[in-house]
């Protein structure tokens, strides 16, 4: 898998549009190899396979497939590490905004600025308060007392530019 990133991305995707719960295969073929290969090395290994994370990406862009990390997060708890690097590296891409949907980045914020650099993090938050309806979709809710450190987020990166959101 690691002689050709293209040919890992496509087992990836295609396994895990199937299981997205990345739950062990019957023993068929080369299943074992191949899931041991995503859950043995690539999730918990992602340095060594940055290679099959940009493909893996770029077939999540090619196939407008904007939910299957979100589906990972919630069905595969050890993809975690995984998929928020995905989420980062997707992050400074020309259609981030496409991924980054308002309820999306309100539900998992959090998750975001702890698992990316802070760099990276405000960047993307930069560009969502200025570029999408981030900001529009908070105002629009009541306030939540949970969502505090969100919106010091928003404000930081640029929200107050915004005149529905207060000063």
């Not at 890992?8 to 549009?17: E, T």
């Not at 802070?118 to 009541?142: I, K, Q, Y």
Request: with cysteine; hydrophobic share 40%.
């Amino acid at each position: 898998m690691r002689a050709n990133p293209q040919a890992a991305a496509w087992c990836v995707y295609l396994f895990l549009r199937t299981v997205p719960a990345a739950t062990q295969p019957p023993q068929t073929g080369n299943s074992q190899s191949g899931f041991t290969f995503i859950t043995g090395e690539l999730f918990p290994k992602l340095a060594e396979h940055v290679a099959t994370t940009e493909e893996f990406i770029a077939l999540l862009q090619a196939h407008n497939d904007y939910t299957l990390l979100y589906s990972l997060l919630k069905e595969a708890p050890v993809s975690q590490p995984w998929v928020i690097e995905c989420l980062r590296r997707w992050s400074s891409r020309p259609n981030a905004i496409t991924l980054f949907q308002p309820d999306s980045v309100i539900e998992r914020w959090k998750m975001l600025q702890d698992g990316f650099p802070e760099v990276d993090f405000n960047a993307l938050m930069t560009r969502l308060v200025t570029d999408s309806a981030l900001v529009n979709t908070v105002c629009e809710g009541e306030f939540n007392h949970g969502q505090v450190g969100l919106y010091s987020v928003i404000v930081r990166n640029g929200g107050t530019r915004h005149s529905e959101f207060p000063d």
